[in-house]
């Protein structure tokens, strides 16, 4: 039997495409025994889906700090169009819920451009 966790998925299987449009970016503090500290180990980065027309959000975890802050997504007259390098996503069930649900985690991201609606 095939375990669908270990399917790795790319950003054209997830997004439609090479790019979305940026909605928020989050820090992700660093957790030791369950308890966050203050330390940023990552960013969580909220990014639409916009060449399929799903339009969905999906959250994506960055490492590298992106170059892009959220005073600057919310002050953009245009969608900022961005690209991940290092994308990838896996399918995992969440036992609590008992559902699977979708985890993704980038490198970094790249300022495309605003795309014009």
Do not use: H, W
């Amino acid at each position: 039997m095939i375990d669908i966790t270990k399917i790795a998925l790319n950003i054209e299987q997830i997004f439609g495409g090479n790019s979305a449009v940026i909605s928020r970016i989050t820090p992700a503090k660093k957790y030791i025994d369950g308890k966050p500290t203050e330390e940023i180990e990552a960013y969580k980065v909220e990014a639409i889906a916009i060449a399929n027309r799903t339009y969905d959000r999906v959250c994506v975890k960055v490492s590298q700090r992106p170059e892009l802050s959220q005073d600057q997504i919310d002050a953009a007259v245009d969608p900022i169009q961005i690209s991940f390098e290092g994308f990838e996503a896996r399918i995992y069930k969440n036992f609590r819920t008992n559902t699977y649900e979708l985890t993704c985690k980038a490198k970094s991201l790249q300022v495309i451009g605003n795309k014009k609606q």
